[in-house]
């Protein structure tokens, strides 16, 4: 029986896997290309004599519009990438962001979320799913998850149904798609608008359909750990014209373009941001999305290897989801039963960290559970949006609420990040031989857990 390194014994990986950004030679190109046109970004904020011709083209049509000049809509990479990106995914428009947070706050604004209104969401996502219905000042219901697919449960959104519910914002998380024809029926049923987040899922697919394309508006991040990636960056994309024209109103200092005799519907949320994306963003998204699709390949290759691999491991269960086709696995999850395996989860994790493999336990806490919700202080003092007079309702936020996702991340999440290239089989093999070495190990860690 090998020492654990964790005792001092030698780890299996003596070389970090790491999870990085795959870039090659054709991004540095692209970036340069584009530092030598000193075209660095060529929006225009202001209105001009062809605004509604501008504000209301498909991105396909949008692409050959105008020259170099300065543009509502962006420079030439910018619109490039975003009629790139609205073909790849069969859309007829997308919408660059310069983060994905932007997007879906803008998405919601374009939608009409605003005072008074609610919209339903995951309790368990990136913060930022909860952090962009409030800019806008809607008020985030939170509800729990499913035990299947670790996002929104169905049933609970329908019990969250109130006469101030305006939209549905799904998270796709880790890849898996939510419950689609649920979600979209009670949607259709109570007239809500439903936008989905799909940071962590570019091309799952739902019923062979992509996630993004099945609600009213889809967003997707170009972050660092994603599936593709700018350093910063999001998309937006949708098929209906007056969301899009909405969403490039607000992305571009709307308040600017809008006269007089702009009827007050098309004014609403139209508060003048910049949530412009780059050229040398748009340039590097132009590369990277050619890379998607092996790099989801890659991904999925490693993922579902590396659960087979653990499946045979007492105390390791492999959810289902994991295995279904239409899933781009953007964080493997997996989950733990310590009362099976007679150590703790932190001690397990922290014997493979030992190791050389780096396994996480989820998101530290669940996204009600920041204090921005538990004290109910966004904007000010006064506690709006929550005290809102258009409001009217006290939303509870209770530390009894979301048991699925609380014991999910309390308990049970192992999460592999390192599912990614330039990582392959051989990386994945090294993190299976860590298992089976902790495992062999494992009376050794139940003694420490009883000592
Ligand atoms: C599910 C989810 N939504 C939203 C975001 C926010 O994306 P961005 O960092 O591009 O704003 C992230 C990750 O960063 C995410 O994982």
């Known amino acids: 029986m090998e020492k654990l390194a964790l005792f001092g014994g ?9 999870s990085s950004a795959v870039i ?18 060529r929006f225009t904020g202001s209105s001009s004599d062809d605004i ?3 504000l209301s083209m498909e991105s396909a049509q949008a692409v050959n519009y105008g020259g170099q000049e300065f543009l509502f809509l962006g420079g030439r990479k910018v619109r490039q990438f975003e009629a790139d990106f609205a073909q790849y995914f069969g859309v007829k428009y997308a919408i660059t962001v310069n983060s994905a947070t932007s997007g879906l706050s803008v998405a919601l604004a374009a939608a009409g979320a605003g005072p008074g209104d609610e919209v339903i969401t995951t309790c368990l996502s990136f913060n930022a799913t909860g952090m962009s219905i409030l800019l806008f000042n ?5 509800v729990d998850i499913s035990k299947e697919n670790f996002c929104l449960d169905p049933q609970e959104v329908k019990k969250a149904i109130s006469p101030q519910t305006k939209a549905i914002l799904v998270v796709h998380l880790m890849g898996h798609a939510a419950d689609m024809d649920a979600i979209m029926k009670i949607a259709r049923e109570h007239n809500l608008i439903v936008v989905e987040d799909c940071a962590q899922a570019p091309r799952t697919r739902y019923r062979g359909q992509y996630v993004g ?41 709307g308040e600017s373009i809008p006269d007089d005799s702009t009827p007050l519907d098309d004014l609403v949320n139209i508060v003048g941001c910049n949530f412009r994306m780059t050229e040398l963003t748009a340039a590097v998204g132009l590369a990277q999305l050619r890379k998607l699709a092996e790099n989801n390949r890659v991904r999925n290759e490693n993922a579902r290897f590396l659960a087979r691999g653990l499946n045979v491991f007492k105390g390791i269960e492999i959810p289902d989801v994991v295995y279904n086709q239409d899933n781009v696995i953007h964080i493997l999850t997996i989950l733990y039963h310590a009362d099976r395996v007679g150590v703790s989860r932190e001690m397990f994790v922290k014997a493979l960290a030992a190791e050389g493999i780096p396994v996480g336990t989820g998101y530290a806490r669940i996204i009600p559970d920041n204090p921005i919700f538990q004290r109910k202080l966004a904007y000010g003092k006064d506690h709006c949006p929550f005290s809102c007079p258009y409001y ?15 014991d999910l991340i309390k308990n049970k999440q192992l999460a592999f990040h390192i599912i990614n290239r330039p990582n392959n089989l051989n990386d994945i093999k090294d993190i299976i031989k860590a298992f089976k070495k902790v ?7 139940r003694e420490i857990v009883k000592g």
Do not use: W
Request: with cysteine; aromatic share 8%.
């Open 24 to 41: 090659d030679e054709d991004e540095v190109a692209a970036v340069t290309d584009v530092l030598k046109t000193r075209e660095l970004s």
């Open 392 to 406: 009217g309702r006290d939303i509870d936020y209770g530390k009894g609420l979301y048991p699925v996702a609380r």
């Open 138 to 142: 809607s008020i985030p219901v939170f």
């Open 52 to 54: 509604e011709q501008q």
């Open 439 to 445: 495992y062999s190990n494992i009376e050794q860690l």
């Open 10 to 18: 030698t780890p299996v990986r003596k070389e970090p896997i790491e």
């Open 213 to 253: 394309t099945l609600g009213d508006i889809g967003v997707f991040s170009f972050q660092d750990t994603k599936n593709m990636v700018t350093g910063e960056g999001g998309i937006i994309i949708t098929n209906n014209p007056k969301y899009a024209r909405r969403c490039r109103l607000i992305r571009n200092h």
